[in-house]
């Protein structure tokens, strides 16, 4: 009797761990929720949508048709850009995906995705300023916005033109110091000024011609998820191949 328990034991174990082996690598991938941070005020690809409390946008629906494409679960946390990026950095999301343009020195530290949408910045300025090119900038004060594209060109230039920056977190707060006359300018990505000015949502201008045209990515800390990269890339093609991607780009004026 107690050589049949130790076998009925034994076998139970082993069926256990058999089961194990057979769920476990599944579990990886049909029932991991991918944890992916954004951006929160970035319209047309991300932002709260007051009439439903939701986030939508053209990043927002297009990682929705990807992830049905592909199968995956996922949860957005909209933290904002420099939160986001930090995030994926310390390992406490996934991925990002917030209008983030793919450049080498990110390359560095982030794995992206292929390209899935092109833009760079402009110089944004009060709708009445006088202010056309960087040589009026001297003496002034420009804002910007944490972690981003156009807080590097900011930076890069202050010493040849002569002027100083103030750093905000967020877009909203940096168009409001350009509108209320603290900043004289910011440079924004030309897509996402070009929509706050059209929706009548600030009392801003555009100068100059686009900067630094880019590729916008989908990234993950260097070196983790690259199946999540593969699927988006995978995903990515079908959408365009099945017209949802223009669809996408279109409900949003892109
Ligand atoms: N495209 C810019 C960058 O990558 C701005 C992104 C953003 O503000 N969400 O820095």
Not at 128 to 155: P, Q
Request: hydrophobic share 45%.
């Amino acid at each position: 009797m107690k050589k049949f328990m130790k076998i009925a034991a034994l076998t139970l174990a082993a069926v256990m761990m058999l089961a194990c082996f057979a769920g476990c690598g599944k579990t990886d991938t049909t029932d991991k929720v991918y944890k992916i941070a954004s951006d929160n005020a970035f319209p047309p690809f991300e932002y709260l949508d007051a009439a439903t409390n939701t986030y939508v946008g053209v990043d927002m629906d297009i990682l929705a048709a990807i992830a049905a494409d592909q199968g995956f679960k996922y949860e957005v946390a909209n933290v904002g850009f420099d939160a986001a990026l930090g995030q994926v950095q310390a390992g406490q999301a996934d991925a990002v995906i917030a209008g983030m343009t793919i450049k080498p020195e990110r390359e560095e530290i982030f794995d992206f995705s292929v390209g899935y949408f092109e833009d760079g910045q402009i110089m944004v300025v009060a709708a009445d300023s006088d202010i056309d090119s960087m040589e009026d900038l001297a003496g002034k004060v420009v804002a910007t916005k944490a972690g981003t594209m156009g807080l590097e060109y900011a930076e890069a230039n202050k010493d040849k033109y002569g002027y100083t920056t103030t750093m905000f977190e967020g877009s909203v707060e940096m168009y409001q110091a350009v509108a209320q006359g603290s900043c004289v300018a910011c440079f924004e990505d030309r897509a996402v000024i070009g929509t706050a000015i059209q929706n009548g949502e600030v009392n801003l201008k555009t100068v100059g011609e686009v900067i630094n045209p880019a590729p916008y990515g989908f990234a993950v800390k260097k070196g983790t998820n690259a199946e999540l990269i593969e699927m988006f890339n995978k995903g990515l093609e079908n959408i365009k191949a099945n017209g949802k991607y223009d669809e996408i780009l279109a409900k949003y004026g892109m």
